[in-house]
């Protein structure tokens, strides 16, 4: 009887270990892969672009691609945000589920000490990366004539934040020069669980709790080539960061546990690099930009050996009409109109196949009284394999953030 249980619940295992992701509540499953779903910027202004960042400036956003630009602002500015995804999962038999989350979008301050020289010091924490999804598969199997039901759930929380420490400020009147730490950290839960159901209630639980920390560097340039043109440059990396796993696993029946074992390990993993360029041109009162970004995760080692990460490549182009902030033209005149497109090739691969993302996006922002604003961001897209017998998704992100501006420095009397 033990040999049957026993082959019973190795069948379901492996069922559940290849079987389609098509009941779920959570966020993206997507995001059981790797160190989950990289989070590049922050603020729903940001998001409204595609995520342009590099070159684009923006009057009130504090931007945390590129630290060279946070010295353009003309004030200071306190900005907190929140974040809501909605995906669509289908499969290759043509089932789907729908599942949501919510998630803090980060809290930032930067300060603009000197706007003359570009001089800004700006702090605060921010999300790095997200993982979020929920899966539960009915089960059955069949062993020696004796057949069984049963349930596979498989879940995952958690992921990385960053505090974000940075400092620019002009080196030439028409160059800027920025440099940001990000000392990351956070905690990524992914657990398994196979239940057959009768007499004794069978069940297997395993679960993986990675602790990752490490410092990443990122610094950047932003050159007005002309009143019009500018130009922008990003590179980031850092150091082997410290992998602390513990790995549970455990097996019962009703209340009796048959086995239970934990093993815990201690690694390092390089952190990855990249490189990113950026332009944007000036029509009139609005502002087009792109960028184009390059990821290497090729060296990073997160779940064991067998699993490996590639180059993950990133486009995007963006155009903003930025609102007039003098308090006495109507209305909409004070509100800023921005709109977005953006292609990735993801950094991992799901069944041997690249993930590829194509997003689009739109946003507004409100005068609230005196120099806050509140800003709206929707963004929407496809994500999958491009496979048809492989998981689509479906997604729909909407972001709300909203910043202070404060004259906290007055400007340095120069001669």
């Known amino acids: 009887m033990i040999g049957k249980v026993a082959r019973l619940i190795s069948i379901f295992v492996l069922v559940a270990s290849s079987a389609p992701s098509v009941l779920a509540q959570g966020g993206s499953n997507f995001s059981a892969i790797g160190i989950g779903d990289i989070r590049r ?183 007005t080539v002309t009143p019009h043109f500018n130009l922008g440059a990003t590179i980031a990396g850092g150091a082997n960061g410290s992998l602390l796993v513990n790995d549970h696993v455990a097996a019962s029946r009703g209340v009796i546990v048959s086995y239970d074992s934990t093993v815990i390990t201690n690694s390092a993993t390089p952190l990855p690099l990249s490189v990113a360029l950026g332009a944007s041109l000036s029509l009139g009162r609005s502002i087009v930009g792109i960028d184009v970004e390059m990821c290497d995760y090729t060296q990073v080692q997160i779940r064991g050996e067998s699993t490996t990460y590639g180059r993950s490549y990133r486009a995007s182009v963006g155009i903003t009409r930025p609102g007039d902030r003098i308090p006495l033209v109507p209305f909409i005149e004070r509100m800023g109109f921005h709109a977005g497109l953006c292609y990735q090739n993801l950094y991992y691969t799901y069944q041997g196949n690249p993930v590829r993302e194509f997003m689009g996006s739109v946003g507004v922002d409100l005068p609230v009284g005196g120099n806050s604003i509140v800003d709206f961001a929707i963004s929407g897209g496809l994500r999958g394999t491009g496979v048809s017998s492989h998981l689509q998704e479906l997604f729909l992100r909407g972001v709300f953030s909203m910043s202070i501006g404060e004259q906290w420095f007055k400007p340095f009397a120069r001669e």
């Open 41 to 223: 910027t922050t603020g729903a202004l940001y998001e409204a672009v595609g995520g342009t960042s590099v070159a684009m400036p923006m009057d009130h956003g504090i931007n945390v691609v590129n630290p060279a630009m946070l010295g353009l602002q003309p004030s200071t500015r306190l900005q907190v945000g929140y974040r809501f995804n909605q995906h669509m999962i289908t499969d290759g038999n043509g089932n789907s589920i729908a599942q949501n989350n919510g998630e803090f979008d980060g809290v930032l301050a930067n300060f603009v000490v000197d706007t003359a020289y570009g001089f800004a010091v700006a702090f605060g924490l921010v999300p790095y990366t997200s993982v979020n999804y929920q899966v539960t598969n009915d089960l059955y199997a069949q062993v020696d004539g004796v057949g069984a039901s049963g349930q596979s759930i498989r879940m995952g929380d958690g992921g990385m934040s960053s505090l974000y420490l940075a400092v620019c400020g002009k080196v030439i009147p028409d160059l800027h020069v920025g440099i940001a730490m990000l000392p990351m950290f956070g905690n990524i839960i992914l657990t398994d669980e196979v239940i057959l159901y009768g007499s004794g209630n069978y069940s297997t639980k395993s679960q993986s709790t990675f602790n990752l920390r490490g410092v990443q560097f990122r610094g950047g340039l932003y050159w």
